[in-house]
Antibody
Framework: QLVESGGGVVQPGRSLRLSCAASGFSISDYALHWVRQAPGKGLEWVAVISFDGDIQYYADSVKGRFTISRDTSKNTVYLQMNTLKREDTALYFC?????????WGQGTLVTVSS | DIQMTQSPSSLSASVGDRVTITCQASQDIINYLNWYQQKPGKAPKLLIYDASNLETGVPSRFSGSGSGTDFSFTISSLQPEDIATYYCQQYDHFPRSFGPGTKVDIK
């Protein structure tokens, strides 16, 4: 199971950190991804951290502003989002990679607005 | 970056109809393609992985095929509970990318 938290309303240019708490498995065994969905829009892949934590990749739209990390002692993955823009407004999901993305969390909503 | 396209963007069909969605990648992704179903207000659900493998617990009326750049997803007999948006996704390269989605409705 994956449970996201940390979403909320934030002003443009500010920061926010999302959390994705995993249960029932160890995040050290799987790659974990963040995927977002703007209101009424499709799915957009955001970032991934490898099973060993050594490799991270980002979408061009967030590169240099977002950082994915993890704490294996808490079995939790994070998404640090800096210099937020209005176009970052979305429902943010985390998902485990295992022959496709499964399971997914329920998502946490980030609204960037002044 | 690999661009994914889907067609149609939406469709309306009758219960029991055969429904097919196509997905095209901008370059060869071998068979590194997944299909997801998303119902309103819910997280996506994996239906097909590696282009043609049915995820455990998914009804057999769902199927996928294709390789290289051209893929298809079929519902052999549309059911009312299949109303959803369907997305393809490539995982051959980073950044990963999803198709724009196909919204399926009942006529």
């Amino acid at each position: 199971q994956l449970v996201e938290s940390g979403g909320g309303v934030v002003q443009p240019g500010r920061s926010l950190r999302l959390s994705c708490a995993a249960s029932g498995f160890s995040i050290s065994d799987y790659a974990l991804h963040w995927v977002r969905q703007a209101p009424g829009k499709g799915l957009e892949w955001v970032a991934v951290i490898s099973f060993d934590g050594d490799i991270q990749y980002y979408a061009d739209s967030v590169k240099g502003r977002f950082t994915i990390s993890r704490d294996t002692s808490k079995n939790t993955v994070y998404l640090q989002m800096n210099t937020l823009k209005r176009e970052d407004t979305a429902l943010y999901f985390c998902a485990r990679e295992q022959r496709g993305y499964k399971p997914w969390g329920q998502g946490t909503l980030v609204t960037v607005s002044s | 970056d690999i661009q994914m396209t889907q067609s149609p963007s939406s469709l309306s069909a009758s219960v029991g109809d055969r429904v097919t969605i196509t997905c095209q990648a901008s370059q060869d992704i071998i068979n590194y393609l997944n299909w997801y179903q998303q119902k309103p207000g819910k997280a996506p659900k994996l239906l097909i992985y590696d282009a043609s493998n049915l995820e455990t617990g998914v009804p057999s009326r769902f199927s996928g095929s294709g390789s290289g750049t051209d893929f298809s997803f079929t519902i052999s007999s549309l059911q009312p509970e299949d109303i959803a948006t369907y997305y393809c996704q490539q995982y051959d390269h980073f950044p990963r990318s999803f198709g724009p989605g196909t919204k399926v409705d009942i006529k």
